[in-house]
């Protein structure tokens, strides 16, 4: 069931990028191709709270408010960014870590509250590795 939900996230994020302009290879179901999605599964004894998940989709409830205004900006972003890629040719470089740091949050939102492989709670920042 985790490798499941696994594969379903990576194929999410491929699609996810091709629909925000960030790649232009069609998604595969089988390839990993340019978007590079880790998820490390836990040592569920040792790692996880057993009691948690029943509460984590609540703490996840401020990150899905500040997410939803944040994927608003994002959609403007790309639309703006489709007419810059058509009359330049390029993705302006802040429009393209904006977009990215929202699927960045997004999927440590989802991995913390709904793929269940990490308590750590998940922080209000676009930056990476955080």
Do not use: C
Not at 73 to 86: D, K, P, Q
């Amino acid at each position: 069931m985790v490798r499941l939900a696994r594969e379903l996230t990576r194929f999410g994020v491929r699609v996810g990028a091709y629909v925000a302009l960030l790649t232009d290879r069609y998604p595969s179901t089988v390839e990993e191709q340019a978007v590079h999605l880790e998820v490390d599964y836990p040592d569920v004894d040792r790692d996880l709270n057993r009691w948690l998940p029943l509460v984590k989709w609540l703490l996840a409830i401020p990150h899905y408010i500040v997410l939803f205004f944040l994927m608003i900006g994002a959609a403007i972003a790309i639309v703006i960014a489709w007419f810059a890629i058509l009359i330049t040719g390029r993705y302006p470089q802040p429009l393209f870590n904006y977009v990215v740091g929202v699927g960045r949050w997004s999927l440590r939102v989802s991995a913390y509250a709904f793929l269940l492989v990490t308590d750590r709670y998940p922080p209000f920042s676009l930056k990476e590795g955080q």
